[in-house]
Every structure is written in structure tokens, then in C-alpha cells.
């Protein structure tokens, strides 16, 4: 009697999680008990994107990935991606409430990974702030324009042997920094800003693992002993992370970034005025505004937690794309000669050693454009792009999905399409230019996402991008170092792809 129990019981589980849970979802691979389908992200796959291309081979441009419990609807042709998520936009803001993310954010707090009413109260107090601060106006330029000096006076201090990637990084990183709590980093305060950098690599690269997707959706796992180290095959510099166990690790990274932010906030908790109505960085701006909701419950959305967590968002946001796309772009260039005669090429015809490039110039540097574009797609930072959840029932490509379902647009298999990008892994800035050399317009180049859901900081990445890369090709001659191992494409797995360390000599262009 209890063996039929006990085979009824384990026939009732496999028919639920054979069949059952999957009948009225698009077709996907066999999800396996408690893991799903994190089995396919294997060594052989990574960084993901051969993984979604041979699930689309197999299952069509729609299809369902299984993160652990979760099924995950993920759309990966662009026609259907605009057809729904541009014009039918209202109807993909959601977003997946991740057990882990609960946790170490205290609730569904921040902007990235916030819904419903705090997201929307929340982006629009954040693009008014931004706004505020030029964002889109020549003084946001202006102070763009003053951490590309910087960069460029901190190259010539040391032209022999650059490793670009921390330049970059202390560059981007000062521009976001400079609009969240009033100051930039240099050489009094760089100790905070690679303490801060090292934590959010580790946080990024755990968050990438299989493992991390595991304990993403079970927290408790990460408390049993086993998981003190991650599955055979993880590289030994992940393995290295894991002193204690997953979630104390995930946990004790998350909590020092907001320790930092906190510290900086609570300083100026210290000193703020209430009697005015000026503000000089974001931080101070939340802070009044939180006074004004006081005598709300949970101040009215504007509690330290938010604070907390918009700080980590806008700082993730405005540093670590855009530092690893410049990154990437340097990268590209470099390995293409016949790419970087015609940058240089340009610069000398359109504008001069003599002076520093502005936004202004924009329109007379095309094949500049056009690279800094083709970086972008071929660097694809985002294997797996943020989730969304439906808000209403939609139907696409003949699926019916559900309200509240997790769904994903799959904006990595898009910038590898070779129907819309031939080759689409070999590096060429031409694809962005006319028969005539004017810049051509792609829609299906979508680095910042699509919809409502879109990067905030769009605007200011692109005049980053722009202002960082021309002015440092203008600047500098530029070659890899002697020192470096054969220069590789090969990319570090991550929530964001990073390249592999490279350093670069320096000599100046007259």
C-alpha cells in the first residue's frame, strides 16, 4: 500500500512536471526537477548565446526556457520583439519578483527590478532629476567633456604600458558618481572606487553562473555545504569566491555596495538644508523628496531602501555598459587595421589634433559612428537580456500567454541574426553606412533594450561612447603592448560580457 502510495505520489510529480505545467506554455527543452533547463548553460554554450540560437533552431523563435521552477518565455525574432514590445509596450513593464533579489534588496525596491506603481513614481522622479542635471544639454556635455580631459591627462602620465580598461572605468565611473553623490574619483578617493568596482565583478560574475541561477530561486540551497564551491567545470577564479557559502557570498557583496551607498547618503542626511529647494547630485535631490512624503507610510516610496537600491541601478547602469562597450570598441579597432587607418583617417580630414571633439561634431564623423555602432553589436554585452512580466493576456506568434508570465526579448540573438547582420561575428563598421558614407539607421541595433522598459540612461551613454572614443583615437596613436598574450575576442562570462585584459602604448598625435 505505501509503495503504490509512494508511486502514485512520484507519477503525480513527473506528470506535472512533464507535462502538466508545460501544456499551455510554447515549446522548450524538457525541464529537469529543481534545476530546469540550467543543465544546457554549460562550459561548451557559454556565454550563452549558441544556447539561444540552438533553442530557436529547434523550437522556433518563441520559446520556453525553464530558469530552475520558472518558465521563462523568451522571444528572439525581431519582428515579433517590435511588433509586441514597441508597440505594444504597455503590456511587457512587468517584472519577475527573484526570490534571491528579495532578499538581499529587502524588497522589490530600486528602478531596474521594481514594478507597478514604485516603478513608474520612480523612473519619472529619476528622468526629472536627470533632466535637471542637463541630462540631453550642453552643461551635462560639459561635465562629460571634463572627465575626457581628465582621461587624457591621466594617459599622458603613463603612455608606456595603459591598461585602458581601469582608465575607463575611473572615467564612466566618475561621470555616474559625479551625479549620484557630488564628486568624482582621483587619486584621494580611488580605494572606494575598486573596492566598489571589485564587488560589483564579483556580484556580476556569481549572478552569471549556473549555480547563481539556482540559488537565485532557492535561497536556502545556498546554506547547505555542498554549495560552498560551485559544479565541476566552473573556473577556479569563481571556485575562489566561494569562502563560506553562495548566499553569505552573495549576500556579503551586495551588502558592502550598500554599505557604501548608505554611508554616502546618511553623510548627507548630516548636513542637508530642507529650507531650499537646490539639490547638487541625485542623492540630495531623493532626500528632500523623501521629507516632503514623511508623514506617509513608507515615506510615501521614497524609503532608505529605494535609495539603496536606485543608487546600485543607476550606478551599475551608468558605468559598467558603458566602460565595457568602450572597452570592447578599443578592442575591435585595434585587432582591425584597415578600421583604424579610417577613424584616423577622419579625425585628421574632419577635425584636427588641436582641439577636443564635441557633440557638435557628431554629424561630420561617421565612420566614427559607425564603429562605436558595430561595437556595440558585436560586444552584445547582455547574453540574457532583464525579464519582464506580461501585464495583460497577450498572444504571440499563435501562444497565448497569460498575465503575470515571465517573458524575456531576446535582444542578443537579434544583434546576431545573420538574416539582419551577415556574419554577424565578424567586425564591420560599414554595415552602419550608405553607398554615399552617410550613417545609415538600424532599428534592430537595440544595445539599451526595447519598450517601456528601455535604459534611462540612453542619452548619456550614447554621448559618452561618442565623446570618450573620438577624443581618445584623436589624442593618441594607439597599438597593443609587447607584453600582451595573443589579443583575444574571447569573452569573460557575466551578467555583462567584459573582454579580456589587455594593456595598450600610447604616443601622442600632432
Known sequence: MILLIIGSLIFLYLFDLFYWKRRNLPPGPLPLPLIGNLYLMTDA?????????????????????????????????????????????????????????????????????????????????????????????????????????????????????????????????????????????????????????????KHFKMAAEPIGGLVGMYPWLGYFPILKGFKRGTTQEVRDLIVRNVISVVTDNWGGLMEMFRKQAEEKLATIDYDSDEYSDYVEAFLKERKKHEHEEGYGGYEMEQLDSVCFDLWVAGMETTSNTLYWSLLYVLLNPKVLEKVYEELDTKIGTDRIIATTDRPNLNYINATINESQRLANLLPMNLSRTTTADVVIAGYSIPKDTVITPQISSVMYDPEIFPEPYEFRPERFLESDGSLKKVEELVPFSIGKRQCLGEGLARMELFLFFSNLFNKFHIQFHESNPSPTIEKDCGVTMKAKNFRVVMKERY
Open 45 to 201: 554554450v557559454k556565454p550563452g548565446y549558441k544556447m539561444y540560437e540552438k533553442l530557436k533552431e529547434e523550437y522556433g523563435p518563441v520559446f520556453t526556457f525553464w530558469l530552475a521552477s520558472l518558465p521563462m518565455v523568451t522571444v528572439t525574432d525581431w519582428k515579433l520583439i517590435k511588433q509586441h514590445f514597441i508597440k505594444d509596450g504597455g503590456s511587457f513593464v512587468g517584472r519577475p519578483e527573484f526570490p534571491i533579489s528579495i532578499e538581499i534588496r529587502k524588497g522589490a525596491f530600486g528602478i531596474i527590478e521594481s514594478h507597478g506603481d514604485r516603478w513608474i513614481q520612480q523612473r519619472r522622479f529619476a528622468l526629472h532629476i536627470l533632466r535637471d542635471f542637463g541630462l540631453g544639454k550642453n552643461l551635462m556635455e560639459e561635465k562629460v567633456l571634463n572627465e575626457v580631459t581628465a582621461m587624457i591627462d591621466s594617459i599622458r602620465k603613463s603612455m608606456d604600458n595603459v591598461d585602458m580598461q581601469n582608465v575607463f572605468d575611473a572615467s564612466v565611473g566618475s561621470v555616474i558618481n559625479n551625479l549620484l553623490f557630488g564628486y568624482r574619483y582621483d587619486e584621494s578617493n580611488m580605494t572606494e572606487f575598486l573596492e566598489l568596482k571589485d564587488r560589483m565583478n
